[in-house]
């Protein structure tokens, strides 16, 4: 097979890959393979940026020893990468395109040249929609810079390689499977967010929302799934309630992602009021009567009549069923403001 059917094979297999439903460690895996084949390097570094690019979670480390992939994977390199413009849409870099010598680069001065990587190319990945989605590297022990045949050929694969370890493809299909989803976030684990493609913005998911607090409460207390009511506008719901949906990140997708945040509809509230959805949430926390009386400042004896109404509507027995009844159909409304018991 001549050199131009090989790439054209190799480009079929990118885009097959890239646009796969597998795992994304998997896609990644196959990533690295296919671009080894046009460019043969000596080592390989495929890796995930966090939403303040301090740092890279890394997909793929082929053929590097340990303390090279722990050194890629901390704030040094990240800072040389950002330092050297190489965080922005381009073309692929080699070391020799850098305008000062590698032994000035902290990157290749404390961890390549010692490693015995002498050249190497690399280049930021983007999404379609051009959020920064990760980088790539290859490596090589021959001093000899990578010629301008394979700077064309990654330059080719580089849409693909975004698109192939796009983490948002995973969170987005999830997001399908909540009806009539109006807006959504991912949620990071420095406490960070960005909005989900697709779907617009809400100003319960603003940084800093009692919803978003709510929601990171229940993926650390191990929720894979939560769906839960919030009132619009105050306690008293007077433009309504939103239901908000909380999905775990699955195992395939890197730590820094520990979710995502959806708004929708409320749904079917089974007719119970504000009030009385107020009541049922400080019911799925435990409360008494007595709780729950302080809690809202109202009288015990106003409490019993709530809970009365609320076990017609739900045509339960019991206010354990009735918490029962309203985790399992999400009509469990958080506590907006705790008042601490004396």
């Known amino acids: 097979m001549d050199r131009l059917s090989r790439d054209a094979v190799v480009g079929q297999e990118f885009t097959e890959v890239a646009a796969s439903a597998d795992p994304l460690p998997r896609r990644a895996e196959q990533l690295v393979t296919l671009v080894r ?139 399908g499977l909540v009806r009539a989803a109006s807006a959504g976030v991912v949620l990071h684990a420095d406490g960070g967010i960005v909005g989900l493609p697709g779907l617009g913005e809400d100003a319960l998911l603003a940084a800093g929302s009692p919803v978003l607090g709510a929601a990171r409460a229940a993926i650390e207390g191990g929720a894979v799934y939560r769906s839960f009511l919030w009132p619009r506008g105050g306690d008293h719901a007077p433009w309504g309630h939103a239901r908000i949906t909380v999905l775990a990140r699955s195992t395939e997708l890197p730590v820094s992602l520990i979710g995502i945040v959806l708004v929708s509809p409320a749904g079917d509230l089974q007719g119970l009021s504000p009030r009385e959805l107020q009541v049922l949430g400080l019911v799925v926390e435990g409360c008494s009567n007595r709780q729950i009386a302080r809690q809202l400042v109202i009288t015990v004896s106003t409490v019993a009549a709530h809970m009365e109404n609320i076990l017609a509507k739900l045509a339960v027995p019991s206010r354990t069923l009735a918490a029962t009844r309203a985790e399992r159909t999400g009509l469990y409304v958080p506590r907006q403001d705790v008042r601490p018991d004396p």
């Open 37 to 175: 084949r046009v460019m043969p390097y000596d080592g390989a570094w495929l890796a995930l940026t966090d939403p303040d690019h301090t740092r890279y979670s890394p997909l793929v480390a082929r053929d590097l020893a340990d303390p090279v992939r722990l050194f890629l994977a901390g704030s040094t390199h990240a800072r040389d990468i950002e330092g050297a413009g190489l965080a922005r849409p381009a073309p692929p870099r080699s070391l020799s395109d850098a305008p000062y010598p590698a032994e000035e680069i902290e990157t290749w001065a404390e961890c390549l040249l010692p490693a015995g990587y002498h050249q190497g190319i690399a280049v930021a990945l983007f999404a379609g929609d051009g959020r920064h989605v990760g980088f790539f590297a290859g490596l090589w022990g021959d001093p000899e810079p990578p010629g301008p045949e394979v700077h064309r050929l990654l330059a080719r694969l580089t849409p693909l390689l975004g698109q192939g370890i796009d983490p948002m493809r995973s969170l987005t299909a999830a997001a």
